[in-house]
């Protein structure tokens, strides 16, 4: 067999292997797309043995957005949560980093050290007093859409690694230079070093944008019970798990929907970014 | 070995020297001193006051009036019962209502945040005692001090730290640190289900949770926790190694020179990052449910006769996570690799082709070695995030095959964080939780210690540049 050949061969199995791996990595997908849209006079919403609805429509889709359902408000819920999280959350970020990565101080090995440590404890070893806490200020049940935000934005500082690391590859001359022309390091810091980080910004914001969705624990354990401060993913859960999921599949399948397409179509705009931050922050460590 | 236990001996003599320096500068500082100073020995800030830096002495004093109305207001009740943690749970009325006395929480939590409140009096009352004496050497050598522009000023330059540090460190304490140590205590006493706050107290009891946690036999924890434990590592060594060697296969195909669109496949991958877990995850468990998808469509094709239990039998379970783990984890490794792979020199492969050498030969001495020294913390970040992967354990099977065999609700697909997660909110089991924690936590610091110790790129930084 000639090189050519073989090469050609090579790109074949490549291609088909390919191939196979985007079927298995869409084909959920594609059924959850197919089953939200499944009539409920079929199986009543249930789950059924086949995979093509025999009668198309959008009647999970209706249900969600009729009186009957707090999806709307549960969405908006979440909606809200991500929003301030990723300003927040990027803000705090930002702000630890710039001074680990520029400013020498007293406590400062220690304080990472320390962070670090802190780190490996299991987050949800700390639920109780959190709720507790919360409670005192009265952020739970009917207050958690804050509590949840204070919660997720208060110790987001810990997670600067990625952002420190982009830092650290900005020049310091930069700095010294413009700290000898006599700016302050507020100065710097908001004039120049963030408008050079922009790629991280968004990687930040993407990052933490997105967590808030996934939320299941914190989310169940602070609005217990409270229905109206539930987020997307702790109501869709109830609604798989509780008993009556029989004919609620078909509307988790469409609510599902409703919240990937918009999240993934963010994801994949800012894709760019989100590859820069993973795989700086991969081989920093 | 005597080397080290002559560091060890010097470092705490270093540690006692650096505190009897302390008490000698305070010493000094009060003999030395000037009337104000020694004022502000009891009244903080009381010099700077007089010597007009306002903003420095009122800052100083707020910390004392603060300190002292928490003390006496509130805190001092709770610090004096942290002993016995409360010992009258509820009093009933003269008009037989009942009503609460002592709160074991709040006595524990609130006693230890007045432990803490002290620690950082002293510290402030000790730069409050520098803060005196550098002012006075200032002054007896005829310099200016500071003025209160100068001192705002500073918290946007020099001391720009503290500015921003501020808030985040704050936040951390109170919602990390605080509550990490609340914690830790709690598995020294018995606050579990018949110990609730405010109806019940519950109290110190030393050891015993630890003890429960590795007695085997009766109701001791010892066999479950091993249970889970080794599936806890073997997950996470499976989850960490598989993902990681598929991704980079899958980045490798993509990399190929012939192959097009090369984008198109990346993001069709990226997909399973992007949608929420929770939508995918749960969707997949159900396609795999006994009455899902795909059993139905085997019995339809007449593949099988009797259908799969995916999630109720214990090793099929354990398969399928970390199969479907696979389809989680493997577009991360994939974005990650696929830069690092194109940044190897083209010139290696290249002479060893001239060599002879066939692709699988090239992957193993070229490839592998590279990547591993350069993803190796990657990798032991990746190793002890899914030690505590809770999304997939829980979002798949809950922890499921439950089993009479293994204690305290846990199950065969279990990892110990996800038990932890089920004794505090399904059995209130706090005091066996927090052991749990605290053992989650030995397990990933020493993993951890032990890993970095041994990854190349921290035992030869100058490898492969």
Known sequence: MGLKAKRKLGDTLTYAALIIISIIWLFPFVCLFLQSLRSYNEGGGGMVEYLLPKQFSLDSYAYLFSSDSKFVRWYLNTLVIACFVAVLQTIVVLCVSYVLSRMRFKGRTFLMRFWLILGMFPGFLTMICLYFLLKQFHLTQAGAIPGLILISVASSGMGYYVTKGYFDTIPKALDEAARIDGASRARVFLTMILPMSKPIIIYAALVAFMAPWCDYVFASYVAFGYTDSYNV??????????????????????????????????????????????????VKG | MGKEANTGKSKIGSFFGAIGQEFKEIGLAFAQGDWKTKVSFLIMGFGPLMRKQFLRGIAFLAVEVLFVWYMVGFGWRYLSDIGTLGTVARVMNADGTISYNDNSFLILLYGLLSI?????????????????????????????????????????????????????????????????????CVAFTDYDANHQPPSNLFTWVGLENFKNLFSFGGTGLGSTFLTVLAWTLIWAFFATFLTYFCGMG?????????????????????????????????????????????????????????????????????????????????????????????????????????????????????TLPYMLFVTGPFLLT????????????????????????????????????????????????????????????????????????????????EGFQ
């Open chain 2, 382 to 461: 990746q190793f002890t995030g899914n030690l505590n992967n809770f999304n997939v354990i829980y979002l798949l099977t809950k922890g499921g095959p439950q089993s009479m065999a293994l204690s305290n609700n846990a199950g065969y697909t279990d990892l110990l964080v996800t038990w932890l997660y089920k004794m505090t909110v399904d059995d209130t089991n706090y005091r066996m939780a927090a052991v749990l924690g605290i053992m989650i936590f030995v397990v990933t610091a020493v993993i951890s210690l032990a890993v970095y110790n041994m990854l190349p790129s921290v035992k030869d930084e």
């Open chain 1, 233 to 282: 993913a702790v109501a869709m859960q109830n609604w798989v798990w509780t008993n009556d999921y029989q004919g609620y599949f078909t509307r988790f399948c469409a609510g599902g929907m409703l919240i990937a397409v918009p999240v993934t179509i963010l994801f994949i705009c800012l894709q760019k970014y989100y590859v820069e931050g993973v795989t700086g922050g991969a």
């Open chain 2, 116 to 184: 803490i409140f002290i620690g950082v009096f002293l510290f402030i009352w000790r730069m409050n005692i520098r803060e005196n004496r550098k002012e006075e050497k200032l002054l007896a050598e005829g310099k200016a001090l500071g003025t209160v522009k100068g001192d705002l000023h500073s918290l946007l330059d020099s001391n720009f730290d503290k500015t921003l540090l501020a808030l985040p460190v704050l936040g951390i304490f109170v919602f990390t640190v605080l509550p990490i140590i609340f914690m830790i």
């Open chain 2, 250 to 366: 899958v980045a490798i195909m993509i990399n190929r020179k012939g192959i097009k669109c090369k984008k198109l496949w990346r993001t069709i991958l990226v997909m399973t990052i992007a949608v929420p877990q929770f939508v995918s995850l749960l969707y997949v468990y159900k396609m795999f449910a006994n009455d899902g998808l795909i059993n139905s469509y085997l019995m339809k094709w007449g593949w099988i006769s009797s259908r799969i239990p995916f999630w109720s039998d214990p090793l099929l379970a354990k398969i399928m996570i970390i199969l479907i783990n696979l389809w989680i984890g493997i577009p991360y490794t994939m974005l990650i690799t696929t830069g690092l792979l194109m940044n190897i020199p083209e010139d290696l492969y290249e002479s060893a082709r001239i060599d002879g050498a066939s692709g699988f030969q090239m992957f193993r001495s070229i």
